[in-house]
């Protein structure tokens, strides 16, 4: 059984900075798979912040770009978002996925806040 946990999320103020963590279990070639981040804000369209492929390729949404980077240890089956001069507006539930030409999983999300 194949799950993702995503944490690291939190309140932190305008400025700020969080490091979200997505651990995968259950699943073997971790390496084969795409990874991505996405963010469901309340009365917004979910949004696709950032992906890293797994040839290597990094891409974000312009609303991230130069603030978040995207890594990956696929030793650890684990991606990884850290998230430098957060704003207010990046307040929302942050998801991870990975997927492969055969399959696609998601996790619960974790809750990121940005207020003052």
């Known amino acids: 059984q194949v799950q993702l946990v995503e944490s690291g999320g939190g309140l932190v103020q305008p400025g700020g900075s969080l490091r979200l963590s997505c651990a995968a279990s259950g699943i073997s070639l971790f390496s084969i798979y795409n990874a991505a981040w996405s963010r469901q804000a309340p009365r917004k369209q979910r949004e696709l912040v950032a992906t890293?492929?797994?040839?290597?390729?990094?891409n974000y949404s312009d609303s991230v770009k130069g603030r978040f980077t995207i890594s990956r240890d696929n030793a650890k089956n684990t991606v990884y978002l850290q998230m430098n001069s957060l704003k207010p507006e990046d307040t929302a539930v942050y998801y991870c996925d990975i997927n492969s030409r055969l399959t696609n999983y998601w996790g619960q999300g974790t809750q990121v806040t940005v207020s003052s």
């Open positions: 890293f492929t797994s040839g290597g390729i990094i």
